[in-house]
């Protein structure tokens, strides 16, 4: 069975949000860190981890990425600050 994570990762001064969807978190976190991938958070500089979900279902992941994006940004912050009020990066808890 897959597993697949909703995640949001911001800036240094949290400024810009980017919420994604993939099948490996750590992976796709040190893409975004390292710039592999150029676009949007290539550009903002977006590579601290600041919240995900996990699920084993590839569509219900991509519904929650879709309800997620669709929220205000007073919404998803409410969201980050639920489950990691200090906004601290979370990528060391996921392992490389």
Do not use: C
Request: glycine fraction near 4%; proline fraction near 3%; charged fraction near 30%.
């Amino acid at each position: 069975m897959s597993t697949y994570w909703v995640y949001i990762v911001t800036n240094d001064l949290n400024s810009v949000l980017y919420i994604g969807v993939t099948n490996d978190l750590a992976r796709r976190i040190e893409e975004h860190r390292q710039k592999l991938v150029p676009g949007f958070t290539a550009k903002y500089n977006l590579s601290k981890l600041v919240h995900f979900e996990e699920t084993n279902d590839v569509r219900s992941a991509i519904e929650r990425e879709k309800q997620l994006k669709g929220w205000t940004r007073k919404k998803k912050n409410k969201l980050i600050d639920s489950v990691n009020p200090k906004w601290n990066d979370l990528s060391p808890s996921i392992g490389s």
